[in-house]
C-alpha cells in the first residue's frame, strides 16, 4: 500500500513537474529587439570558436578555413549591422545596457581649468591645484 502511494505521490510530482515546466518557462516573448540577434551572433562567434579549432587540429585545409571564416565574418557584420539600425530607430526610449563602445567615458573634459603639473581639472578657478598643491595658473 506504501509502495503504491509512493509510486502515485511520485508519478503526481512528475506530473506536476511536467505540465507546469512548459507553462513556466513560455518562450520568453524577446525580451529586447536584439535577443535573437545576439543569440545569432552567439552562434556565429561559437562557429568562428569551432571552425579555428578544426583548422587548427588540421581537419580543414586552409582556402576552406579562409573562406569560410570569411563568410562567418559577413555574416556577424550583418547582424552587427542590424543591431546598429534597430538601435537608431529606437532612438529616444530608455538607453539599452550597450556593453561595448557606449559613449566613451569622457572624463569630465567641461572642467576648464586644468593643472598643468598633473592634469587635474576642476571647476573652479584655483590658485593652487588641489591634486598636487601647486600653484595654477588661472586665466583672467
Ligand atoms: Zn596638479
Redesign the pocket.
Known sequence: MIIVLTCILAIAVIAFILGVRPKDLPAPEPVSPFQHLDERKAAIYENLRDLQFEYRVGKLSDSDYQATKKDLQKELAGVLAEVDRIKLSMNGAAPVSTPKKAAAPKPTATAAFT?D????SFEKPLKF?G????P?KVAQ
Open positions: 593643472c603639473s598633473c592634469g587635474a591645484c591634486e598636487c598643491g601647486k595654477m
